[in-house]
């Protein structure tokens, strides 16, 4: 019942910044952990990073650590993912999740119940 949409890609220059939102609508209070993955060409579906609403405790893969920044609205209505100093690496089509905190992980996608239709982000180099 929960449907996202994700906004703010683009293309941008390897160094650069971007903005992810992702709205939320027909929220549920079982909606508990929002996250953010990434699909390239040829390559496996990646999760990236998460956020349990209830703690806005925070999880980053390896590969954005310390670049990457998520985020949660008050109304958690909105979950942001800012994205500095890009790489090539990062270029990908960019899905927003709602899962549960007992049983999605980012490792494994199919454990999230509802997705966004992605929006697309190139770096170039």
């Known amino acids: 019942q929960v449907q996202l949409v994700e906004s703010g890609g683009g293309s941008v220059q390897a160094g650069g910044s971007l903005r992810l939102s992702c709205a939320v609508s027909?929220?549920?209070?079982?909606?508990?952990?929002m996250a953010w993955f990434r699909q390239a060409p040829g390559k496996e579906r990646e999760g990236i990073a998460g956020?349990?609403?209830?703690?806005?405790?925070?999880y980053y893969a390896d590969s954005v650590k310390g670049r990457f920044t998520i985020s949660l609205d008050n109304a958690r209505t909105t979950v942001v993912l800012q994205m500095n100093t890009l790489k090539p690496e990062d270029t990908a089509m960019y899905y927003c999740?709602?899962?549960?905190?007992?049983?999605?992980?980012?490792?494994?996608?199919?454990?999230?119940?509802?997705w966004g239709q992605g929006t697309q982000v190139t770096v170039s180099s």
């Open positions: 027909r929220y549920t209070a079982t909606t508990d952990y």
């Open positions: 956020i349990y609403t209830g703690t806005s405790t925070k």
């Open positions: 999740a709602a899962g549960r905190l007992g049983r999605s992980q980012l490792s494994d996608p199919s454990s999230f119940g509802a």
